[in-house]
Each structure stands twice: as C-alpha cells, then as structure tokens.
C-alpha cells in the first residue's frame, strides 16, 4: 500500500517536473503565464493613482523591470506582507507561491517572450465593490509639508462632532497627497484634552504630556500603502462615544519640494443593532516582565510579556507595533490544557510595513489563557535603521526615534461555534 502510495507519488512530481522542464525551454511567455500573476499581485498597487511607484501592467512595464522584479518577488519583498504565513493564516493575505515566483525566474531565463494578447482589454481592477463611508473626518486644514527632504511626523485631533454613541463597523484612511502620506496610526481619545495637539510635531515637548493621557483606543487604526479599510465581522461593532476624538499620527516621507496633505478618516456605523461589541486588548511596556523597557547604546535586547486572561475571547485580528530598531516580533498564546493558539510572527520587522492582521477564522482563546509577546531591538552601529548614530540610549516615547512595544487585538467576548466563523 505504501510503496503504491510512494510510487503514484513520484510520478507526480515526475511529471510536474516534466511539465516544467517542458514549460522552461519554450512556453512561458507573458500573456498566457505572467501577466495573471502580476495583474492579480502587483497591479492592484501598482497601477496610475495607486501606492507603487510605477505601473505594473503592460508587457513593457515589467519587461524592463523584469530582473528586478524577479528579484524582490525571491525575497519576498513583493507583494509586501511581512507576517509568516506558515505560523498563523489571515484573510488579508499577500503571496506569491514558490511555482509563480519560478515562473517568473523561468520567464527571464527564457529571454521574456511576450506571447500572444488574448483581449485588448486588461481586467486590472481586483478591488471590491466600495460601499460609501457614514461619517469622512478630514484634517481641519491642508498641512504644509516642508521641502527640505526630511521626515516629518505630526499629531492631529479630529473631532467627531457626533451627539450620540454609534457604533463603528469598518474604519479606513485616504492619505489626501500620496506622494508624501507615509504611513498613518489612529488613536481615539475620550477626554477631549488633546484638541490643541492638531498640527504638533512629534518632537514638541507637550507630546511628552499627551502621551500619559490614557486613551480611549490608542491603536484604533493603522494604514500603510496599499492597506485596505478594517470591517468587522457582521453584526459587531466598536463603541465610539458621542463627542470622541480621533488622534490622526501622520507620517510624512521626506520631499524635495514643498507640498500639501489633508487626508480622511472614513468610518462606517452600525444600521441595525449591534449583536456584539468589538473590544480591543492591548499588551504594552507596562506589562513587559523584563523592565525596565530601556535599550543601551549599541546594544540589543530582547523584551517579554506574558499575561494571563480570565474569560475567554474569539479574536478577530493582531496589530504588533514597534518602531525603528525593533527586529523581529513574536506572539503567541498558551491555554489552559497547554495547547498553543499561534498570533503572528515577523521574522523581518518593517516599520514601514506595520498592518492589522486579521485572521481567516475568528480565533478561540479559552478562559485562562496566557498571552506571551517577545519583541527583539537592536541599538547597535550595525543595525542601518537606527535612528542615532552614534547610538544612544533608547526608551518608551510616542516619537518614531523611541521605541514602543505593543500587541493590539480585536477580539469579541466568546461564544460556543465562533471558531467555525469564517471572517470576510
Ligand atoms: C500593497 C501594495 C503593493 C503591492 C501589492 C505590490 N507592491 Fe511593489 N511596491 C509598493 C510600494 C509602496 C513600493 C515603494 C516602497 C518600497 O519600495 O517599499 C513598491 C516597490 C516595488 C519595487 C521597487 C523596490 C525597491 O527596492 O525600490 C518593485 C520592483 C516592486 N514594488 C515590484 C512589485 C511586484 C513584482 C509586485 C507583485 C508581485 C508588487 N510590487 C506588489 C507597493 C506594492
């Protein structure tokens, strides 16, 4: 029975092998094997208006870019998603497979035939039907970013204005000048006492203050290029007080020459009912078991949390945070019976690359279990994204030159079958 199994085995991989081989010497051209990889994977950021930074569509676009792409696809550099895929599954997943990042090799090796077009008409648009968003929150006015090639971070209040408690079930962000929108982080604060922060630069002193004011959501949202909008799983939502304010962190790219942003925040309410409310729990500095949370110049550290929960959840989704020297970041969870429940694992941290991670299936967490973080940094000359050089001392602050450790999951109080609750 074995060898049978083994044999029938072989053979399939015989003759893929074959298939390849065949595939290699004259078939693989662009528009019958290439152009579905990329217009699924690239196209979508890569294309006029959107966040890449040249098009990715025609046969020439990624011709004469053809060893380059080749290239960041092998590192899997592209499509950006830097969570490993084999320790926890997410439904807004980005990869190649190891057969498309071949084709693609194989494609070049074969001297980039470009095959015959099929229809003039290339099918580029793989977003989903939009659906308008209740309430836009715009910065109150345009931001002048300087042009002196240097990065700018900012804090901005958006009131909401809103006389009533809602509840929010997707969240999104429209950086209003792509060109120099970085990144973005929003927070939600309750006690209206940061309104005159709108507009402050990170390296203003009173941010030192508003960074010990307790916030309401201090990660409601995070957006990176190409990040979709957040929506929670039907009939649940996110308490927002009527009267709340949103904190909009902004993060400017350097520019050479002087612009302007005025980015949204999109939110979309509850119509009907709320059946469950989304909460969020945050693990933070506060919580690490090796305090204090301080990294010495030129050094590297390692840091640890480890906190046990008394009623049980099912999480919707993960968010790791740190900053610039942060080097790899690991969560996981270990229940009662002893079984580990996987949350995210970033071998590679990317500050510029910081997502929510929602998982495929809502993700059960008994009663007692205990959540284990451990986040490396490294402070040292060798590591090229530190901030100092020579390095220095490096502790908590909400500024991009501190560092941060947080784990931020979305999770809803547990209820019998929603680990069988697919999320979409
Ligand atoms: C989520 C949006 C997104 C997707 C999907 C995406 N890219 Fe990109 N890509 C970007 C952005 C933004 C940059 C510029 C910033 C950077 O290099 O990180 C970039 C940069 C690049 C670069 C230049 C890298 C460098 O070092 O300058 C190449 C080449 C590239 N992408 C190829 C691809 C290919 C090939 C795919 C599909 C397999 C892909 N991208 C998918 C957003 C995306």
Redesign the pocket.
Known sequence: MWTKKYLFLSVIILLSFVDLKAQQVSEINFYEHIAPI?HK??T???QPNK???FN?ISYEDVAK?AK??AR??ETR????FPADRKFQAYLNE?S?TVGEITKIKLWIEGGLKEGVKKNSSINISTQKEETKPDLILKMNKPYQVLGENVEDFRFFNLPSNTTISQYITGIGFKPGNKKVVHHSRLMVDTTNSMREIDGLSETDSRIYEFQKTALKDEFLYGWV??NDKIQFPKGTGIRLNAQSDFLLNMHYAPSPIPDTDQSEIELYFAKEPIEREVKNFILRENDISNKPFLIKAGEKATFFISKKIDKPMSLISVLPHMHLIGKTFRAFAITPDGEVVNLVKIDSWEF?WQMTYQFKKLLKIPAGTTFIVEASYDNSVENPENPYNPPREIGYGWGTKDEMLNLVLYYLDYKEGDENIEQN
């Open positions: 990329i994977n690239c979508p950021c890569h966040v890449g930074p990715l870019r380059f792409i960041v696809t550099y592209m499509p950006p980005r190649l290029p190409g510029n």
